[in-house]
């Protein structure tokens, strides 16, 4: 089973501010098609999670370019340039190279 | 505009069988091209993937829910169904149905609560 961890699991960021999510997978996510199968999704407060990043890097349709996904293999990143107070929730990473799993969930919060 | 929409019991007695449906709108399922999911989020918790089905019937489980799970489609009603049998108190969850491609989750239910309790 590929194991997906992210780090910190919380965050408080001043608005503005910008912030940094890392998730790291116990397998290189990178498949023979040459793409990499690792996605971003957020939860908002009594909701449920929406597409943020696709395919490490590629913003789902309607997300703010203050999102930007990088990495490759085995370790990813997710950035908020300067967030925002409509951002809080839980940020979840997810694989989908084999079956999928979800990170524990990063809680952003503002301060 | 795919929708998604659970239904079922919202609360089920430990040992019993918990059977939920999605339906979907806006989309036909044989059309093929996705997944059709369930994943379950624990209270205060993160999210679980439980297993998807394709159009054809193909199905893939979380490993660690294997033996207990069956999820099927129903292609004449658009909808298709999970089954977790044997549940206890650690199956409380919001259940959520969603469209899968690839991992690319576009779709969301808005999500059932089901109660494990006597």
């Known amino acids: 089973d590929i194991v997906m961890t992210q780090t910190p699991l919380s965050l408080s960021v001043t608005p503005g501010q910008p912030a940094s999510i890392s998730c790291k997978s116990s397998q290189s996510l990178l498949h023979s098609d040459g793409k990499t199968y690792l996605y971003w999704y957020l939860q908002k407060p009594g909701q449920s999670p929406q597409l943020l990043i696709y395919e490490v890097s590629s913003r789902f349709s309607g997300v703010p370019d203050r999102f930007s996904g990088s990495g490759s293999g085995t370790d990813f990143t997710l950035k908020i340039s300067r967030v925002e107070a409509e951002d809080v929730g839980v940020y979840y990473c997810m694989q989908g190279i084999h079956l999928r799993t979800f990170g524990q969930g990063t809680k952003v919060e503002i301060k | 505009q795919v929708q998604l929409q659970e239904s079922g019991p919202g609360l089920v007695k430990p040992s019993q069988t918990l059977s939920l449906t999605c339906t979907v709108s806006g989309g036909s399922i044989s059309s093929g091209g996705y997944y059709w999911s369930w994943i379950r989020q624990h209270p205060g918790k993160g999210l679980e993937w439980i297993g998807y089905i394709y159009y054809s019937g193909s199905t893939y489980y979380n490993p660690s829910l294997k033996s207990r799970v069956t999820i099927s489609v129903d292609t004449s009603k658009n909808q298709f169904s999970l089954k977790l049998s044997s549940v206890t108190a650690a199956d409380t969850a919001v259940y959520y149905c969603?469209?899968?491609?690839?991992?690319?989750?576009?779709?969301w239910g808005q999500g059932t609560l089901v109660t494990v309790s006597s």
């Open positions: 969603a469209r899968d491609n690839w991992g690319l989750i576009d779709y």
